[in-house]
């Protein structure tokens, strides 16, 4: 993007950066994947290669950052500034040619290695000379310098006011607006990063326990529960082992803790644990057994990832400490301009406070004193008039660094608060099944509305769900971008529960309607059937057997539109073997292969859907009868109930020839998705806009003045767990509260392992439309004729 580009577009780009880490050398040791689509390059075959082959410095200019001398205006390549990283504390924004693209990159060097954040875009924007504001923020990538603008001009005498703040949704920390944008950023990747160290985590330890298993039937246990040495390296599988356990000793909730409170101890010991289990690698045979060599492979990637965390969170916690102080010396020098005004007209303007501040003890200007010059000899003012006036001024100073370390700080609270149950208010009970409950609830800092799906772990393990639920929570975060699914938003755990934080869908479920109208109309039948066909079409591209659909699992937005729901019984697509000799699944929609324990395909979800269109049509299921037996003989003999109507009153010819045509025993002959597609039914239906357009029935509008009801306040809800005493304080938990929780919701050695849980795209989207919203405030300032300018191509 060029100087002469639109402010808003300007803060738009900047939501997409490059993360670049190159070792000492110059080498790539690592790029972003979005490096393909905002530089066309082929990320892969640049690993290992040498930034040097891929970017030009025709007439560059430099922008540092504090405590260095090197000058505005000269010419840096990569390895000019990698160097002169290593000599500074700050960081240093170069703009250069990538790949024949104009780009800005902020580094910073962090443990041996050098972080750059690339950005396809350079700042460009002028500065008022009415303001005392440090020139480097102006090349700090993402920094909403015109937001802080307006802030000074609108400052008072002494004091800086509160400065204006935004909720991040996604780490749930109050924001100053002009670091809102670099921060979305930030806390998106961070938690990017997190969420692949918890993935791999918990595949470690489901391929750890197979192995173990097979090889040793569990006879065998850690060699590290026994004893910290390390096992004889004669053995590999017991150093194996060792690796993993070592591995998944490395916390990552420790870890961010450590940064922010600025303590390394633990990351220092973390790195160390880090390298040792690197360097263990090199103690295993080349040819140990493929399911090792998986194993063993996984290690290494979450060894990796763990490292690259630690450095991201140390590059993010360094340059904020960076702006801070930038953000305190403008506010410094605003609030003494303002004074040297007032003073003036005091005649006064001779006396200064002296200013002692500490930022986040990192070295700044503002470390020392700043000297107070002698009395003019023109001063007038008696004795007293002079104490009088120096004490009110010391109480105003007193007040103006309190309101300039707040003013001037990144987040309003350092450590990030661990998900508890605590967090929402409970309004009503929606359900109540055989695993659980599932609770309207309120999101205590937000006040949005969610369907709090509740598991007790004691009954999980007893009924033998642990794997069930398990694989609930990995297709909900596989479909969390679908629009046809009820969205899972959170997911974390306490000492005696499993929480899944889902979509509250307003028009509840639609066997609640059928009980209210008794059955549809044909055209509203099949227009909700035709939203049931996308629905699990969507899930089945993603290899995902829901094996219980029903109308109870079919739910209606506030648009009238259907999502599915409850995926505790899916399973994967080609998994046989999985739910063997268990029948599982609600009888009347069962498919007669599930009753026979046959290997199951798509098309044991098509029957369910067949047995639903039917009971939309009727008001109740085709193989309805008093017991479960009686309905499972009816399945397997394919007896449809069809009830004895007159033509004038019963179902068309053509939809009958549907559902027979879906309720078929023989799979082979039972219609698919691309059969229902092509049945003379459908076809003028678009199946692409089926959820653009309006639809036949909208549920009323949900109160949003819900208050917990008698009812619930009365029963003992989800006792004992500790987490729902709502007494406690929502202010930032301590250290030792956030590392209590950790060691319950990080322990990768029970049965339910790492719970934890945030959707992403969905918290990205909440923070871009607070974004769009600064923006549309933001004051339009035109770019400077001498800004600097993308390298000419």
Not at 144 to 167: C, G
Not at 548 to 572: T, W
Request: glycine share 4%; proline share 5%.
């Amino acid at each position: 993007m060029n100087g002469n580009g639109d402010t808003n577009d300007l803060h738009a780009d900047r939501l997409e950066s490059v993360i670049l880490e190159l070792d000492e050398d110059g080498m790539i040791q690592f790029i972003s994947e979005i490096a393909r689509d905002l530089f066309s390059v082929d990320v892969q075959s640049m690993l290992n290669e040498n930034i040097g082959n891929y970017t030009t410095f025709n007439r560059v200019p430099l922008s540092a950052s504090l405590n260095t001398d090197i000058s505005e205006t000269s010419l840096l390549s990569f390895k000019s500034a990698n160097s002169a990283l290593k000599t500074m504390k700050g960081s240093i924004t170069i703009f250069f040619d990538f790949n024949g693209n104009a780009a800005e990159a902020q580094g910073l060097f962090v443990l041996q290695s050098f972080i750059w954040i690339v950005s396809n875009h350079h700042t460009g924007l002028s500065m008022s000379k009415n303001l005392c504001i440090p020139s480097s923020l102006y090349r700090t990538t993402g920094f909403s310098i015109d937001l802080f603008n307006s802030y000074l001009q609108d400052m008072n005498t002494f004091t800086a006011p509160p400065p204006p703040q935004e909720l991040c949704r996604i780490c749930e920390r109050f924001i100053r607006t002009w670091w809102f944008i670099r921060h979305h950023w930030f806390c998106s990747v961070e938690h990017k990063i997190e969420g692949r160290i918890s993935m791999l985590r918990e595949q470690l330890v489901e391929s750890k326990m197979r192995i173990q298993n097979r090889r040793y039937a569990a006879k065998i246990s850690s060699p590290l529960a026994k004893s910290s040495l390390m096992p004889h390296p004669q053995n590999p599988f017991q150093l194996l082992l060792y690796r993993s356990d070592l591995a998944l000793s490395v916390d990552t909730y420790e870890i961010r803790a450590s940064v922010e409170v600025e303590n390394g101890d633990y990351n220092a010991n973390a790195l160390q644990l880090l390298n040792k289990i690197h360097d263990l690698d090199s103690a295993l045979d080349s040819d140990i057994q493929p399911a090792w060599k998986q194993l063993n492979a996984l290690i290494d990637e979450l060894v990796l990832y763990t490292t690259r965390f630690i450095k991201f969170l140390l590059y993010r916690k360094l340059l904020a400490v960076e702006i801070e102080t930038q953000v305190y010396v403008a506010i410094d020098n605003t609030i003494k301009q303002n004074e040297e005004v007032i003073m003036s007209d005091d005649e006064c303007k001779d006396i200064t406070p002296k200013l002692q501040v500490t930022n986040s003890g990192y070295a700044s200007p503002l470390m020392s004193q700043i000297p107070q010059p002698p009395l003019s000899p023109s001063h007038q003012h008696s004795q007293s008039s002079l104490k009088r006036t120096t004490s009110n001024r010391s109480i105003r100073s007193q007040r103006s660094m309190r309101s300039m370390r707040s003013a001037s700080s990144c987040f309003d609270n350092d450590i990030l608060p661990l998900p508890s149950i605590a967090d929402y208010q409970l309004v009503r009970l929606l359900n109540r099944g055989s695993y659980g409950k599932v609770y309207l609830a309120r999101k205590r800092l937000t006040g949005d509305l969610f369907a709090v799906k509740v598991l007790k772990k004691r009954t999980m393990v007893q009924r033998n769900q642990v794997l069930n639920v398990k694989h609930e929570r990995r297709v909900l975060m596989t479909t969390a971008s679908s629009p046809y699914v009820a969205t899972l938003h959170y997911s974390f755990q306490s000492q005696d529960f499993l929480y899944l934080v889902l979509e509250f869908v307003e028009g509840g479920d639609v066997s609640s309607l059928l009980r209210k109208v008794g059955c549809l109309n044909e055209e509203w039948a099949l227009r909700y059937f035709c939203e049931i066909v996308v629905a699990v079409d969507s899930v089945h591209e993603h290899n995902i057997l829901h094996r219980d659909l029903k109308p109870e699992n079919l739910l209606i937005d506030k648009f009238g539109h259907l999502k599915l729901s409850d995926f505790g019984l899916s399973m994967q697509i080609g998994e046989p073997g999985k739910f063997e000799n268990r029948v599982r699944g609600t009888p009347d929609y069962l498919a007669p292969e599930t009753l026979k324990n046959q290997f199951l395909d798509r098309k044991a979800d098509w029957w369910s859907v067949g047995c639903i269109l039917f009971e939309f049509l009727y008001g109740y299921p085709p193989f309805n009868d008093s017991t479960p037996a009686l309905i499972f003989s009816h399945i397997l003999n394919c007896e449809i109930a069809w009830p004895d109507l007159p033509p004038e009153l019963d179902i068309s010819a053509d939809i009958k020839n549907l559902i027979t045509g879906l309720l078929n025993l023989n799979r082979g002959l039972r219609l698919g998705s691309k059969d229902i597609k092509a049945h003379n039914l459908f076809r003028q239906v678009d199946w692409s806009t089926l959820f653009q357009q309006t639809a036949l029935y909208i549920p009323p509008p949900i109160n949003d003045s819900l208050t917990p009801t008698k009812e619930l306040a009365d029963e003992p809800v989800i006792e004992p767990d500790a987490d729902l005493v709502f007494s406690r304080s929502f202010d930032s938990p301590t250290r030792s509260q956030r590392l209590s929780s950790s060691s319950i919701d990080d322990d990768s050695s029970s049965e339910f392992g790492h719970f934890s849980y945030r959707n992403l795209p969905v918290l990205e989207k909440a923070n871009t439309e607070v974004i769009h919203k600064i923006n549309s405030i933001t004051p339009d300032l035109s770019p400077s004729p001498s800004s600097p300018r993308s390298p000419t191509r």
